[in-house]
């Protein structure tokens, strides 16, 4: 993802001239937290039915 950031960043540019690096991670903080917690419900809700994690794979809290 580091490798595109540059060009995330020009591509937003196109749109919004005086974007830089804060405004980039402004606008995508909202999204990443969203989908931390959502992925943290999953998380929990996996553990909770007792789903294993991959094949032989058991869950050791």
């Not at 580091?2 to 937003?12: D, H, N, R, W």
Request: no cysteine; proline share 5%.
């Amino acid at each position: 993802m580091v490798l595109f950031f540059a060009l995330i960043i020009v591509y937003f540019q196109r749109y919004q001239k005086n974007a830089g690096i804060g405004t980039l991670v402004a606008t995508m903080l909202p999204y990443t937290i969203v989908f931390f917690i959502g992925w943290i419900i999953l998380l929990i809700v996996w553990i909770l039915a007792g789903w294993p994690l991959g094949p032989g794979a058991g869950i050791h809290l």
